[in-house]
């Protein structure tokens, strides 16, 4: 079965600054997708950024990027020219290339952003 | 607008009461989940549908019902609630053609369990 981890429960970091939040994963297969979800206050779950494994080139979205390490399972979130509006729970997520219709989601990462 | 819809949004209730959280989709979304999300978990599927009268576990279905009569609704019921039940609860929806890759999560139901 897939496993998701991110390592760090919280992280915090100043308001115009770069922070960068870790998720490894394991899996046998060779196709798959990868996803950033950020949960802010409200609960809303909304998607930040989605990386094919097919794809060598990393995802990126405005200020949002990812540093994909296929070899190394590891997945991870820059956030650039951080804002308040930042601040939230990130979690990770894997999903099989076909098959079930189902997020395996990591324990997630509280970002603080201080001002 | 675009939404997926569950009710109630918080409940407190008491061991073995029977209760069900509702989830509507006004999008025409063929694929539907529920989702627990837990401290230091993050969220694990319970279980999803396909289409109408199509349905599935996930990784936790243990306590759980579900039933898929319409296209638009995917009610979760707990038969005999349990304090380990005590959790956020999110239904999810996506079309046929994005699948999982494009997901459209309601608000969530806080529960607890006494």
């Known amino acids: 079965a897939q496993t998701v981890t991110q390592s760090q429960p919280e992280m915090s970091v100043q308001e115009a600054e770069t922070v960068t939040l870790s998720c490894t994963y394991d899996t046998s297969e060779s196709d798959y997708y990868l996803f950033w979800y950020k949960q802010p206050p409200s609960r809303q779950m909304i998607l930040v950024i989605r990386?094919?494994?097919?794809?060598?080139q990393n995802a990126t979205e405005n200020r949002f990027s990812v540093n994909f390490q296929k070899a190394a399972k590891s997945f991870s979130l820059k956030i650039s020219d951080s804002q308040l509006g930042d601040a939230a729970m990130y979690f990770c997520?894997?999903?099989?290339?076909?098959?079930?219709?189902?997020?395996?989601f990591g324990q997630g990462t509280r970002l603080t952003i201080n001002p | 607008e675009a939404q997926v819809t569950q009710n109630p949004r918080y409940l407190i209730t008491v061991t073995g009461k029977k209760l069900t959280v509702t989830c509507s989709q006004n999008m025409n979304h063929e694929y539907m989940s529920w989702y627990r999300q837990d401290p230091g978990l993050g969220l694990r599927q319970i279980y999803y549908?396909?289409?109408?009268?199509?349905?599935d576990k996930g990784d936790v279905p243990e306590g759980y019902k579900v039933s898929r009569k319409e296209k638009r609704n995917f009610p979760l019921i707990l038969e005999s609630p349990s304090p380990n039940q005590t959790s956020l609860y999110f239904c999810?929806?996506?079309?046929?053609?994005?699948?999982?890759?494009?997901?459209?999560f309601g608000a969530g139901s806080r529960l607890t369990v006494l």
């Open positions: 549908s396909m289409n109408v009268e199509v349905t």
């Open positions: 990386q094919e494994a097919y794809k060598q």
């Open positions: 997520a894997y999903r099989r290339w076909q098959g079930a219709q189902k997020l395996v």
């Open positions: 999810a929806s996506s079309s046929a053609e994005t699948g999982a890759n494009v997901l459209t």
